[in-house]
């Protein structure tokens, strides 16, 4: 197994000092009464400074200035960080950063809260292109994106995040890989890693290849996971199997905790072009993912997605700007909620469409930014297979169409930021799927079915003032609206893996 390079280099940078070191020798001394010529003292030069790697915050266009970090708050987990990091889902690998936890619905589906915000509130991209899973909806839905072939995830806060969406006032989570490379690689090379975990038993392993014929750069990449249920000490309620609140199936279990497995495995491959201009690229991928979810109820979750990206850049497109990107990504993604008897319950289906366009541009009357759209298109519902099929969620199309900005400029020793976002949502519920008004356990009437039609503003301002160097002072001020999702306007039925009956607000 290859060792990871950031180790080497450390290696290379604690070494430095004594590979670089000038040669020092004894001074002789002159005999006695030896004439002394007047030497001057032995300059010794100081060892060469060593760069640092760079790190990138590939979502945000502050990365390449430092003074703008706490007006645009990032964190990146990368290299040897994120492999000693690496947990089973992106929630619990980032758990444990400064404003980060994660939701507690089980291993297989845990997803990031910021500063106490979720859900919806936290918007989940891969390579800045949404994911388009339906983890926002629910925690027991698990983000449909692999992180074990991840070079690089991504925290990011305040108006840059507005580049991305309306709702992310909490922040946004960008899981950065090499699927489409931006670099033409020198050589051939491989990298393969495989983990042991004792709680669970797990096993996990992935692998990377990348290339390049030409000016044309390849990479392949492929991962597995399966651990078992956790191992606890004793029973997983208090009192044991005599407690009040029996288990579904799981009465008498002791010293394991059911439904809290995991079976996952991906594959994924890319192609780009790359040039001294730019690059442009495609790639293609899909993700397998079956899972407990260990509630009193128990359930379990069979997750499939297909994906598929285009991405293109070119710098200095036009005179007066640095670099034009376009992005293109289809997701086919759909999972079963599965009873613990093993019959399907119900059906979450969601094919999304999603397109971005953005313009950096030079210094404009003192101002440098990036401004773009973007346009999506989803096609969502939820349905209860052991009711004939009847909606849960009905079959919702929604559109979105976007234009943003976002701008920094400095006046002496105080920098100042700007983010605007202009949005227009338009949901279309299918009505020719009805519900299940069969039951008799509430008393709630399911929601009118019609189209609803939202426009959205949302705007972010900042300020730094460095009064000393590596000293400053910030302030930021933030406004977002988001649009209410399809599962919030329409939902009428029951939600097996999180013992609940859901209803939607049309109004």
């Known amino acids: 197994m290859p060792i990871h390079l950031p180790r080497k280099a450390f290696l290379a940078l604690a070494l430095a000092p004594i590979l670089h070191a000038p040669a020092l020798h004894a001074q002789e001394q002159p005999a006695p009464g030896a004439a002394q010529d007047a030497q001057p003292p032995a300059q010794t030069s100081a060892p060469p400074a060593v760069a640092l ?79 388009s899973d339906v983890s926002s909806i629910s925690n027991d839905h698990a983000v449909a994106s692999e992180i074990q072939t991840a070079r690089q995830i991504e925290i990011l806060r305040g108006p840059a995040a507005l580049l991305y969406g309306s ?7 960008n899981v950065v890989n090499d699927k489409i490379a931006t670099e033409l690689p020198d050589r051939f090379s491989a990298l393969g890693e495989m983990r042991y975990s004792t709680v669970d038993r797990g096993k996990a392993a992935s692998t990377e290849m990348d290339g390049a014929v030409g000016q044309i750069a390849v990479h392949l990449d492929a991962s597995v996971r399966n651990a078992d249920d ?7 309620e208090l009192g044991g199997p005599n407690a009040n609140w029996a288990l579904k199936g799981n009465t008498s279990t002791s010293g394991s905790l059911p ?33 407990g979810i260990p509630s009193f109820d128990g359930s379990q979750i069979d997750q499939t997605q297909n994906r598929f990206d285009f991405s293109h850049l070119t710098r200095s497109p036009f005179a007066g700007f640095e670099s034009l990107k376009a992005k293109l990504a289809y997701t086919d993604y759909k999972h079963t909620e599965i009873e613990t008897s093993g019959n399907p319950a119900t059906l979450f289906s969601n094919k999304a469409l999603e397109a971005r366009l953005e313009l950096t541009h030079e210094v404009w009357m003192g101002w440098r930014g990036t ?17 004939g099929g009847a909606a849960i969620v009905p079959s919702t199309t929604s559109s979105n169409m976007a234009g943003f900005w976002v701008g920094e400029r400095a006046f002496g020793p105080v920098n100042f930021n700007l983010g605007a976002r202009l949005e227009q949502v338009k949901r279309s519920p299918d009505a020719s799927t009805p519900y299940n008004t069969s039951e008799t356990f509430t008393t709630v009437s399911a929601p009118t079915v019609a189209d609803r039609s939202f426009n959205l503003f949302s705007w972010s301002a900042g300020a730094l003032w460095t009064f000393t160097p590596g000293y400053g002072a910030g302030l930021t001020y ?18 097996d893996a999180t013992v609940t009956f859901d209803v939607g607000n049309s109004g």
Do not use: C
């Open 230 to 236: 956790y191992r606890i000490p004793g029973y997983r």
């Open 478 to 495: 933030s406004v977002a609206q988001r649009a209410p999702s399809a599962e919030e306007l329409y939902s009428y039925g029951a939600h």
């Open 371 to 387: 401004f773009g759209a973007q346009a999506g298109s989803t096609k969502f519902s939820a349905s209860d297979l052991q009711n």
């Open 53 to 131: 790697p760079t790190v990138t915050v590939t979502a945000s266009p502050f990365a390449g200035d430092e003074s703008m970090q706490i007006l645009a708050p990032a964190k990146v987990v990368g290299g040897e960080e994120l492999k000693d990091k690496m947990g089973a889902s992106v929630g619990d690998t980032l758990s444990r950063e400064l404003g980060v936890s994660a939701s507690a619905f089980g291993a297989g589906a845990s997803r990031p809260i910021i500063r106490g915000l979720e859900g919806p509130r936290v918007q989940m991209l891969q390579n800045g292109m949404a994911v």
């Open 259 to 291: 439904w809290s497995y995991g079976r996952e495995n991906s594959i994924g491959a890319g192609a780009s072009y790359i040039s001294s201009s730019g690059y442009t690229g495609v790639s293609a991928e899909q993700l397998n993912h079956r899972y």
């Open 167 to 173: 709702g992310a006032s909490g922040g946004l989570v």
